[in-house]
């Protein structure tokens, strides 16, 4: 049960298009259709904002957007915001029938 | 008001054990599956167990398998997690967490989440 991979930190404008990786396996994000994303404000509890790959939950803005392609997902935020400054994490079903979380990518508005 | 309160958490010796308990109210507790998620001090986020909503399915961690239990009853709206055998590393926020999904089995994709309690494993 290795953490997904993803990259400690990326940082944009505000109104820029940032993308976060989550690199996995064949025995999680390559084999489900089970992929999901979350914010972490400083000092709070996570917040889903994408399930099931590619779907928000009612009450995210559509700024975030989200895919998979082979062993890897992507979160996308468009139109970079200050308040989307937070930690992100992927997660994933795995074939152990277990939950893997990602390592987390900082996210920094400039 | 929909929220998960949990309880329990606090400072224990290595080897010792501890039971987590966190209580569900404003949704229909029975209808989902239930995780225990953790955090270590300035780390990132670790899935611990999950159990469906029926107990039929569950899983942990293979760093607490062995060591850790989850249960749930369903009739009084409560999660809970047994801790034994302690160790240092297991120091950390201990989240409740309520599964998306009200199908069998569980998801990887957490709604609603309670407001940690802190267990320190130390000498």
């Known amino acids: 049960q290795s953490a997904l991979t993803q990259p400690a930190s990326v940082s944009g404008s505000p109104e820029q298009s940032i993308t976060i990786s989550c690199s996995g396996t064949s025995s999680d994000i390559g084999g489900y259709n089970y992929v999901s994303w979350y914010q972490q404000h400083s000092g709070k509890a996570p917040k889903l904002i994408i399930y099931e790959v590619s779907n928000r939950p009612s009450g995210v803005a559509d700024r975030f957007s989200a895919s998979k392609s082979a062993n890897t997902a992507s979160l996308i935020i468009s139109g970079l915001q200050a308040e989307d400054e937070a930690v992100y994490y992927c997660?994933?079903?795995?074939?152990?029938?277990?939950?893997?979380f990602g390592t987390g990518t900082k996210v920094t508005v400039l | 008001e929909v929220q998960l309160v949990e309880s329990g958490g606090g400072l224990v010796q290595p080897g010792r054990s501890l039971r987590l308990s966190c209580a569900a109210s404003g949704f229909t507790f029975g209808d989902y599956a239930m995780h225990w998620v953790r955090q270590g001090p300035g780390k990132g986020l670790e899935w611990v167990s999950g159990v469906s909503w029926e107990s039929g399915f569950i899983g942990y961690a293979d760093s607490v398998k062995g060591r850790f239990t989850i249960s749930r009853d369903n009739g009084k709206n409560s999660l809970y997690l047994d801790m034994n055998s302690l160790r240092p590393e297991d120091t950390a926020f201990y989240y409740c967490?309520?599964?998306?999904?009200?199908?069998?089995?569980?998801?990887?994709?957490?709604?609603?989440w309670g407001q940690g309690t802190l267990v320190t494993v130390s000498p």
């Open positions: 967490a309520k599964d998306y999904s009200d199908g069998s089995g569980y998801s990887p994709s957490f709604d609603l």
């Open positions: 997660s994933s079903l795995t074939s152990s029938s277990a939950v893997v």
